[in-house]
């Protein structure tokens, strides 16, 4: 007579749902200094936004990678680029890890440079990494419904429980159906993308482009409000940015040339230093950034020595 009782679910269903929770804590990305303060890696929606070219793939297929290794399922659904452009980062990243002096570009290995350092790469990927992860190439009429069954049916044939990847937010298309204007559409699949990984009990992480206006300036929430009710749908919001940002130049209103030219500057450092900025966590410290030194060449991020900087 009363399903939803709170008598009900302590009794029947609260010590598991407590069991589930915990093993979040022990799924890890595989940055050490993100996993200092990320508290685990939960069912729920992340989003990860960045301004174009700060490595927004690149940072996400690496942590994929990483997750893989230590034993997870993915699911990369690669909607603006092919399995051979995402297959060639993860190698190219496996030579700079090896010897960083030998390292080969994934533009090398695409135009079909086989070398020892991409053989050896190759190998040892295969041993990590094994068959854990699947790069599905999308499609400009790939939706949220495509992706739920593509799910479902992994988890049915496999027995496990994957971690979802969508690249991008502003490509997933909406409900054919309906009418919808494009921050409706945006809107609709992140409640949709929130939903999945409720159903299905699994952490789902979606790309999202941020505004150009937020180009001078550290990411914030404002950053997002073109891309939908990100900022109370996703359980966890990072943004990435270059370092750069922080210095005093930015809190200013006016020197917009000055500033161009420092983000110029900063875009052309080797590594460049990027961070990850942690705008909202539902799942442990609710703000907090971690710092990378990021090698474009070789689609590589590794942490700074910073560690990370609690905000």
Known sequence: AKPDSTKDYITRLLAGEIERFKEGASRKTGFQNLDEVAGGIYPGLYVLGAISSLGKTTFILQ??????????????????????????????????????????????????????AVLDAKDEYLQRVGDRVSVIEGNFNCTVSFIGDYVSRYM????????????????????PKQRQTTKEVVDGNVTELKRLSRSKDIPVFVISSLNRSNYLVPVDFE?????????????????????????????????????????REAKA???????????????????????????????????????????
């Open 223 to 263: 950053s997002f409000k073109e891309s939908g009710g990100i900022e109370f749908t996703a359980d966890v919001v990072w943004g990435l940015q270059l370092s750069a940002l922080n210095e005093d130049i930015f809190s200013k209103d006016s020197k917009i040339k000055e500033k161009r030219d420092r983000i």
């Open 156 to 175: 049915e044939r496999n027995g496990v429980k994957p971690i979802v990847i969508i690249d991008y937010l502003q490509i997933l298309q909406g409900d």
């Open 269 to 311: 450092e080797n590594p460049r230093k990027v961070e990850l900025v942690c705008l909202k966590n539902r799942y442990g410290i609710s703000s907090y950034k971690a710092s990378f030194e990021y090698y474009p060449m070789y689609d590589l991020f590794r942490p700074s020595k910073d560690e990370f900087i609690p905000l």
């Open 63 to 116: 942590l994929a990678d990483q997750m893989a290794a230590a034993g997870e399922h993915i699911l990369y659904f690669s909607l603006e680029q092919s399995r051979l452009e995402m297959v060639s980062k993860s190698l190219a990243r496996g030579t700079a890890l090896m010897n960083i002096n030998h390292a080969v570009t994934s533009l090398q290995i695409r135009s079909g440079w086989v070398d020892d």
